[in-house]
């Protein structure tokens, strides 16, 4: 047992004191003579006075003072702390990506640790192994109470990089040239890497290690798969004994979900790979793949502009060419329900970017439209063409020569066209032969009544087999292709209708042209040594957010191959048009458990010391209550009523809070949480947001925070009893109007410390004239409404807010202030005001804050913020955390700006 306060011991000595006092008796009475005896005996006759407390009694008082002393010297005894040592001691902390997942149990484990050196007033010092951004590297930071180090490690995120070992190593060696020794607390992520020897060893010179792992952690890990599909992703992990199952969920850049995948792993694997089989048109809306119950940035994979945008170009051939007919007709059958199709003539369809065009026979016989599709393709392009009379013929390759040097052309072709099946010929219409393995078709299904009657052939040549991507069953080419520049080009030898081939009417025809777009490059990507800036990059939690100091730009040619770091974090790069997606998976090595280091032990096993102290103070007050019940029972039945309801109200605080059943009915809920509260408007639609809003708030709060909210509650002023609550969420409506009673009611409320948050949803009350219908679908009438609300209210002279103001930085640092949409300015009392001690009593907003937080009965947002989607809603909470912390301790971060007068003032 340890005691945090020996020194109240000393009461002790007052137990002598207590005995003796209780020993002492009364004065012997005096007699009397007192002749009217006959009204003495009208009395009562009472219960004579003990001469001396009984033995129990004197026992049962020593032994309470007992208590209460022993509980204000606050012992505590230890337990669950396996391996923490009585000594100044190194922390060592994997905070890389794989420890994100966990990060909470690492931080309630570590707070029990620093919490026990506390208590032994030793002092710790700390290593982290992730560096903490581009401009840091790890270093053994210097020796700090652990009540200090605690407070700095509490609100500390992971890394969304991994750890540097390395780099640590040398940290650590630093620190044994020091001459410093003394135990090593190791945190580990449980993943291997190839400088653990090194680190090891590094350790170990130190003093004694001890190791505190998660055993049978899901580390786990998204990254590309590397297959066809731009959305096949491979699940990586440290392989486990037992089957291991999750659920892929396919999200929007607004925060919805498309699709859930379920996923297994079996015992013993280290990945699985998912390959999403969706229409062209929902996979362009993908913004993200997340995995279900995989925090942080471990189980995101951000997609980029490659994988979501490749439109298709049709050229149309002729004035003829219709809707119901021509050589586009089965083409657009093909490819309209799977990809973004833009038809027209080449000038129109190159005025904008474009990722393939499909170019029918005779649609590139005039010299000017050659060249331009020449450089395009040069570009990083694809041409898919298709062959037909107009080529045979030679009016669409240049200088109308068949057999002539064409770049638009994969192979030489040989004059005049191959009939199978005529009636002139012995010959039948031939079958498709398998796809070969280096073929972007090797996994179509071949049908057995596809047959051609028609083609044209390619020159025999050395390296034919290496431009065939498909070929008939007498090993003649039907699709061939080559590289031109940094594009390519791919020829059909047969027309794009029915007349030469079934395939147009088959399934295998639109699985081909599906392939050949998904393996096309996406539109407008930058190449070679084009130089990325950073966008948004990925945090701790898992959300993307504004690039710290010191990020790096990247080499467009450098994605797939950059390992992610604080120079490089994952995120996405580059403008809109070709943003590129940097995700924790690239590059990343196997993933192998971590072999143990010194003694290891379970962290989960780390549990907090017990605490006797406030148990023993409360037996010392059940006793003493006791006493004094027995005592005033003693005295009398009147006074024994009395002491029996002193004795259930004692008992009722040390039962602590109260049981439903034993609150009074007309106690309101407000006055036993804290709670926050909504004024109804009478529009079901927008109190249920109003409603749905502060929930999710309150839910926010509460698990980012210290801070216990209850459910909202909302409220008519004018009959509520409002001083229950801190804050109060007022969305404006374009019918909404005031009474004297509500104003009263408000105004009583913000002079005794209320703040009331107006939002006018979306429109923003200094800039739109009375008859606006808002920003982005806001009732008319909002602004003019906004004035008959306060009209009346003791609203001070305002000010926009700031990232310099205390409302900004109570809890987060903010420098904006979104709710579901962005960009218009809150307004709260000017500075300098001192009433209410300078807190703004009101806080006025448009950007629809109840819309970003609310949360429905399952769980999720309905509602998207613009632009920015998640992130803005991120944003959003945070900027609620704020508020409601500002509302809940005012202004004490604005006091720390008179810390160096108080000082000067102590030093005089």
């Not at 458990?593 to 096993?605: H, K, M, Q």
């Not at 509602?863 to 959003?876: E, I």
């Amino acid at each position: 047992m340890i005691l945090l306060a020996p020194w109240m011991l000393l009461g002790l000595v007052a137990l002598p004191v207590v005995w003796w006092l209780l020993h002492a008796l009364p004065p012997a009475p005096r007699s009397q003579s007192f002749p009217p005896v006959r009204l003495l005996a009208q009395l009562d006759s009472s219960p004579p006075d003990a001469t001396s407390a009984p033995l129990w009694r004197l026992l049962l008082r020593c032994l309470a003072v007992l208590l209460l002393v022993l509980g204000l010297a606050q012992p505590i005894f230890p337990r669950g702390q396996t391996g923490m040592a009585d000594a100044d001691c190194l922390i060592v902390l994997d905070n890389g990506w794989a420890a994100a997942s966990t990060w909470p149990q690492r931080l309630r484990a570590l707070d029990g640790m620093l919490d026990h050196l506390a208590r032994t007033g030793h002092t710790v010092r700390l290593l982290l192994t992730a560096r903490s951004d581009a401009l840091d590297t790890p270093a053994v930071q210097p020796a700090r109470q652990a009540a200090v180090l605690r407070g700095i490690i509490d609100p500390m995120l992971p890394r969304s990089w991994p750890v540097d070992r390395v780099a640590a190593t040398h940290a650590l060696e630093q620190l044994a040239q020091q001459n410093w020794h003394g135990p090593v607390l190791y945190i580990a992520d449980g993943l291997a890497t190839s400088a653990d020897a090194g680190f090891a060893t590094a350790l170990s010179r130190i003093g004694p290690v001890h190791e505190m792992q998660l055993p049978n952690s899901d580390i786990t890990l998204l990254a590309p798969s590397g297959g066809d599909s731009s959305l096949a992703t491979r699940i990586r992990a440290v392989p486990r004994a037992f089957p291991r199952n999750w659920q892929l969920r396919l999200e929007t850049p607004t925060g919805g979900t498309l699709g859930l995948l379920p996923v297994s792993m079996p015992a013993g694997a280290d990945h699985v790979d998912v390959k999403p089989d969706l229409p062209a048109e929902m996979r362009g809306k993908i913004d993200h793949l997340s995995l279900d119950g995989v925090a942080g940035p471990a189980g995101i994979r951000l997609l980029d502009e490659r994988e979501r945008q490749r439109p298709v170009g049709l050229i149309a051939s002729s004035a003829s060419d219709t809707p119901l007919m021509g050589s586009l007709f089965y083409l657009r059958r093909a490819l309209q329900p799977s990809a973004e199709l833009r038809e027209g003539d080449l000038d129109t369809l190159l005025s904008r970017p474009l990722s393939v065009i499909i170019a029918p026979d005779g649609t590139l016989g005039n010299p000017d439209s050659r060249r331009k599709v020449e450089a395009w393709v040069r570009a990083g392009g694809t041409l898919i063409r298709f062959a037909g009379p107009l080529l045979i013929q030679g009016t669409d390759t240049p200088d109308h020569a068949p057999s002539g040097p064409d770049a638009l052309l994969p192979v030489p072709l040989m004059g005049g066209e191959r009939v199978l099946g005529g009636t002139m010929s012995w010959s039948r219409p031939e079958a498709l032969a398998p796809f070969p393995a280096p073929s972007p078709f090797h996994d179509l299904d071949i049908p057995a009544d596809v047959t051609v009657s028609r083609q044209v052939l390619a020159q025999p040549s050395t390296d034919l087999d290496s431009h065939s991507w498909a070929r008939l069953t007498d090993g003649t080419p039907l699709v061939t292709h080559a590289a031109l520049g940094a594009g390519q080009v791919v020829l059909f030898h047969v027309t794009s209708t029915a007349e030469w081939s079934n395939l147009p009417l088959s399934g295998l025809f639109v699985g081909m042209l599906q392939h050949l777009i998904d393996q096309a490059s996406g539109i407008e990507t930058p190449a070679g040594a084009t130089l990325l800036a950073p966008y948004m990059v990925l945090d701790g939690d898992g959300a993307l957010v504004s690039p710290p100091a010191g990020v790096q730009a990247v080499r467009a040619d450098a994605f797939g191959r950059t390992v992610p770091s604080p120079e490089h974090p994952p995120g996405l790069y580059g403008p809109r048009d070709s943003r590129r997606a940097l995700n924790p998976g690239d590059m990343a090595p196997p993933m192998v458990a971590e072999g143990p280091i010194g003694t290891v032990s379970d962290l989960r096993g780390q549990v907090p010391d017990i605490a006797i102290g406030p148990l023993l103070m409360v037996l010392a007050t059940v006793l003493l209550l006791i006493d004094g019940a027995i005592t005033i029972h003693q005295r009398g039945r009147r006074l024994a009523r009395r002491s029996m309801a002193a004795v259930l109200l004692g008992g009722c605080m040390l039962h602590g809070p109260a049981h439903a059943a034993d609150i009074p009915p007309d106690v309101p809920a407000a006055a036993l949480e804290t709670r926050l509260a909504y004024i109804t408007t009478g529009d079901s639609e927008i109190d249920t947001v109003s409603r749905e809003g502060l929930q999710g708030l309150s839910d926010y709060v509460n698990a980012r925070t210290s801070a216990v909210l209850g459910h909202p509650d909302g409220v008519v002023p004018e009959h509520d009893d409002l001083s229950y609550y801190p804050l109060i969420y007022w969305p404006v409506t374009a019918s909404a109007s005031t009474t004297p009673a509500r104003t009263a009611a408000l105004n009583t409320y913000m002079r005794h410390g209320g703040i009331l948050m107006i939002d006018t949803q979306g429109q923003d009350p200094a800039t739109a004239p009375d008859n606006a219908s808002g920003f982005t679908g806001s009732a008319p009438g909002t602004a003019a409404a906004l004035r008959r609300m306060t009209a009346g209210l003791d609203v001070p002279p305002l000010m926009r807010l700031d990232s310099h103001h205390v409302l900004a930085h109570t809890f987060y640092l903010l420098h904006d202030f979104p709710g579901r949409y962005d960009g218009m300015p809150v307004w709260v009392a000017q500075e300098g005001d001192s009433t209410n001690d300078g807190v703004s009593p009101v806080i006025i907003g448009s950007n629809d804050w109840a819309h970003a937080w609310a949360v429905d009965e399952g769980g999720n947002n309905p509602y998207a913020p613009v632009p920015d989607g998640a992130s803005q809603r991120v944003m959003a909470y945070r900027f609620g955390v704020n508020a409601v912390i500002y509302a809940l301790t005012g202004n004490y971060k604005a006091d720390q700006v008179h810390v160096p007068a108080l000082l000067k003032r102590l030093g005089e």
